[in-house]
């Protein structure tokens, strides 16, 4: 397959906005924000209809990040799958976690899209090669993992055995301000997802072994390491944690403390006992907020945190 360039760099053609729900609705309002004209399509007809109305509150968000007025792209809804793809040079794939409806869009894909364009999946689970094998071209499926909020979180994590099809990939959404991260091979969960499940399995077993409660463990993680995840990763404050000496240092005179905290890891059951637990914590930890309040003061910190660094970069 021969991949064109231009569009990337141009973005006059349209992108493809395929499945509308939560993931789709943030990826529609940031391409919409960048000024790319988005067709968008879902088989479930209310989800097309509300589309407008669910894009507002993302879009007002961004706008209210923009360091400069921006003119937003275009957005149209289609009822047919293959008038969305029409004349596209990319689309992005956000239907549910299930093979056969994601095989059924790729087909479609091919048949009506033209034949130099891309398709990236939105998958938080699946795998390329698990995606891509009924296309007749799966050089030009891309999995592409977004970071929910994702119109706010910058995170997109990559995997194509095509690197053309990355490098235009990689293009497009650094245009959209996210920042593509490549696998060097394909993995069930991605990077943060695995490295997020990681760290909740102990945050499930601490409360498990009745080490700590619910609130105490968000709040030693929020107040603790997740200040410092905020500026940088794992391996960068371990590397600061070293001292003059960095990460040689940490792991001469730390490292053996290190590997004995990972032999007491635990690997949990979700029994009917824990999941009520979990359950009961996050209600108390809630205070009777709702979930729409949780998630406005989840995001207005999220804006505020990104002003900052975008200030400090």
């Not at 209210?64 to 990319?90: I, N």
């Not at 007749?136 to 995997?159: Q, S």
């Not at 590997?259 to 205070?287: H, M």
């Amino acid at each position: 397959m021969k991949v064109r360039t231009e569009p990337s760099l141009s973005l006059k053609a349209p992108v493809a906005v395929l499945g509308c729900g939560l993931v789709g609705s943030s990826w529609a309002a940031l391409f919409l924000h960048y000024g790319i004209n988005v067709q968008a399509w879902d088989p479930d007809q209310s989800a097309r209809d509300s589309l407008n109305e669910r894009i507002k509150n993302p879009m007002f968000q961004l706008a209210s990040m923009a360091q400069k007025p921006k003119s937003p792209g275009v957005l149209s809804v289609h009822s047919d799958m293959s008038h969305a793809v029409r004349g596209v040079f990319f689309a992005q794939e956000n239907v549910p976690e299930i093979v056969e409806i994601k095989n059924d869009v790729f087909i479609n894909f091919e048949c009506y899209a033209p034949s130099t364009s891309l398709i990236a999946s939105s998958t938080s689970g699946l795998t390329w090669s698990f995606l891509s094998s009924k296309m007749k071209n799966p050089e030009r499926l891309l999995t592409a993992h977004p970071f929910n909020p994702l119109h706010l979180i910058p995170l997109v994590e990559m995997y194509c055995p095509a690197t053309e099809t990355l490098d235009l990939a990689e293009k497009l959404y650094l245009k959209i301000g996210r920042v593509p991260i490549r696998l060097k091979r394909e993995a069930t969960g991605h990077i943060a997802n695995r490295l997020a499940s990681a760290l909740w399995r102990e945050a499930v077993n601490i409360v498990a072994e009745g080490i700590a409660d619910v609130e105490a463990v968000d709040s030693a993680l929020v107040n603790g390491p997740g200040l410092r995840w905020a500026v940088m990763g794992a391996h960068m404050t371990y590397h600061l944690g070293g001292g003059q000496g960095g990460m040689e240092n940490y792991l001469r005179h730390l490292g053996p403390s290190q590997v004995e905290r990972w032999a007491e890891l635990g690997t949990p059951i979700l029994t009917k006992e824990i999941c009520e637990a979990l359950i009961a914590g996050v209600e108390t930890q809630s205070g009777g907020r709702s979930f729409q309040e949780l998630e406005k003061i989840r995001d207005e910190v999220l804006i505020k945190i990104l002003q900052f660094r975008n200030e400090k970069t």
